[in-house]
């Protein structure tokens, strides 16, 4: 994704970022949708969990064991800060996740967000175990109206979390383009829930 920048300054773009941000962020509409879907146990990972939308509403909402990794420690301190006030438990890390990615067959489910790493699809696969999730929702290239990156590089392609993520048995997918309407629906991402068998 950011291969021209180093460690240190992805993250300081985005501490600064963080440090700018009220809140915690909303969790994504690929884990509100399909929440259902998790097993009653196990573990998740939310990768690139920035200020922990995602890994908070997780722990308030099931059982299972919930990593939250980021390369900025300003994301992960209020990840921290913010589940300690709500007793709620995340196991945090402030970790490069393109230079160390999740161990092979470590997690039950992984979840990402407007977040796109396309070289780290292949480690995604091998770091779910055997009958394990992925939930992914990030921008896409054709997009109505402003709003999301404007780095086109960054966003997907037509389709392109379908031929990533082709080698996982595919459970749900919405990108809707600029068809139709496009003052409704679920614009500007694509999501995709799919299964390691
Ligand atoms: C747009 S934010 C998304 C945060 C969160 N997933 C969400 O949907 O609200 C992108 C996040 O990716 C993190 N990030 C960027 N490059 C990273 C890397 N190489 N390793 C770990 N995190 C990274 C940033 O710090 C930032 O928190």
Redesign the pocket.
């Known amino acids: ?2 291969h021209d920048m180093t ?1 240190h300054e ?2 300081k ?3 600064h ?2 440090s700018q941000a009220d809140g915690i ?2 969790p ?1 509409k690929v884990l509100i949708e399909n929440l259902h879907l998790l097993p009653q146990s196990g573990s998740i990972l ?9 890994a908070l509403y997780l722990a308030e909402k099931t059982r299972l064991s919930i990593d939250a ?4 420690d300003v ?1 992960v301190n209020r990840v921290e800060s913010e589940a300690k006030i709500r007793g709620l438990s995340v196991n945090t890390q402030v ?6 990615p999740p161990k092979p067959n470590s997690f039950n489910a992984i ?5 796109l ?1 396309r070289a780290l699809a292949p480690a995604l696969i091998d770091a779910l175990c055997l009958g394990g999730l992925l939930f992914y ?2 921008f896409t290239q054709t997009a109505v109206g402003s709003g999301g ?1 404007s780095n086109p590089k960054i966003c997907l392609g037509e389709g392109e979390l379908l031929k990533l993520f082709q080698h996982l048995r595919l459970r749900v997918y919405r990108e809707e383009g600029a068809l139709g309407d496009v003052k409704r629906g679920w614009r500007n991402l694509a999501m995709l829930v799919a299964e390691k068998v």
């Open positions: 994704m950011q460690s992805i993250r773009k985005w501490n970022r963080h962020g909303e994504a939310d990768l690139a969990c920035g200020r922990g939308g995602n990794w980021d390369i900025s994301a970790r490069d996740i393109s230079l160390s979840v990402t967000t407007h977040f790493d929702q990030t990156p």
